[in-house]
T-cell receptor, first 111, second 118 residues
Framework: EDQVTQSPEALRLQEGESSSLNCSYT??????LFWYRQDPGKGPEFLFT???AGEEKEKERLKATLTKKESFLHITAPKPEDSATYLC????????????FGGGTRVLVKP | EAQVTQNPRYLITVTGKKLTVTCSQN?????MSWYRQDPGLGLRQIYY???????DKGDVPEGYKVSRKEKRNFPLILESPSPNQTSLYFC?????????????????FGPGTRLLVL
């Protein structure tokens, strides 16, 4: 069974204090790893897709990396508007097109 | 504007009273899906559909039904709701790719429907 574990569950940062979020996964052949941002009361918003180990993608202050066992979402010099819950999900061939989500990391950036 | 819409956004009902949550997308996406989100359990897939008249069970399909008669619509039906179906529900859609490692492109989510079953 595919499993996705995100850590930490919650993260409090000062504005400008860089940090990383972890997404560990166990799947039978990774088809894709997805990062989403979710604001309170809203649906998840797509950030990145990573397909193979070694791949990196960047968007503004966010950078996602992928290894064979985990993915990291690095937040560089965060601002209060980066406060949100960040979700990681994996897709595996054995599971068809199903996405398996982790529990998320709640990030709070204080000014 | 590309979007996924859900209705209603909020619903309070009683045990056993049938209800339908509608979902519609305007992006001509083949793939549509329903999730529920619960504290401590994250997002779990209920049902998905890869095209019109093609639906399949996700991780937690018990107590739910879906239909896909048109490409743009994917309603979620609770025939006899129970309190354990109190949750936040999301509909999502995406295109399908057969020539990439990942079968899906970006998945767009609706704004959510908060359901309380008394």
């Amino acid at each position: 069974e595919d499993q996705v574990t995100q850590s930490p569950e919650a993260l409090r940062l000062q504005e400008g204090e860089s940090s990383s979020l972890n997404c560990s996964y166990t799947v039978s052949g990774l088809r894709g790893l997805f990062w989403y941002r979710q604001d309170p009361g809203k649906g998840p918003e797509f950030l990145f897709t990573l397909y193979s180990a070694g791949e990196e993608k960047e968007k503004e202050r966010l950078k996602a990396t992928l290894t064979k066992k985990e993915s990291f979402l690095h937040i560089t010099a965060p601002k209060p508007e980066d406060s949100a819950t960040y979700l990681c999900a994996v897709q595996a061939p054995a599971a068809g097109n199903k996405l398996t989500f982790g529990g998320g990391t709640r990030v709070l950036v204080k000014p | 504007e590309a979007q996924v819409t859900q209705n209603p956004r909020y619903l309070i009902t009683v045990t056993g009273k049938k209800l339908t949550v509608t979902c519609s997308q305007n992006m001509n996406h083949e793939y549509m899906s329903w999730y529920r989100q619960d504290p401590g359990l994250g997002l779990r897939q209920i049902y998905y559909s890869m095209n019109v008249e093609v639906t399949d069970k996700g991780d937690v399909p018990e107590g739910y039904k879906v239909s896909r008669k048109e490409k743009r619509n994917f309603p979620l039906i609770l025939e006899s709701p129970s309190p354990n179906q109190t949750s936040l529900y999301f509909c999502a859609s995406s295109n399908l790719r057969s020539n990439r490692l990942a079968a899906q492109e970006t998945q767009y989510f609706g704004p959510g429907t908060r359901l309380l079953v008394l």
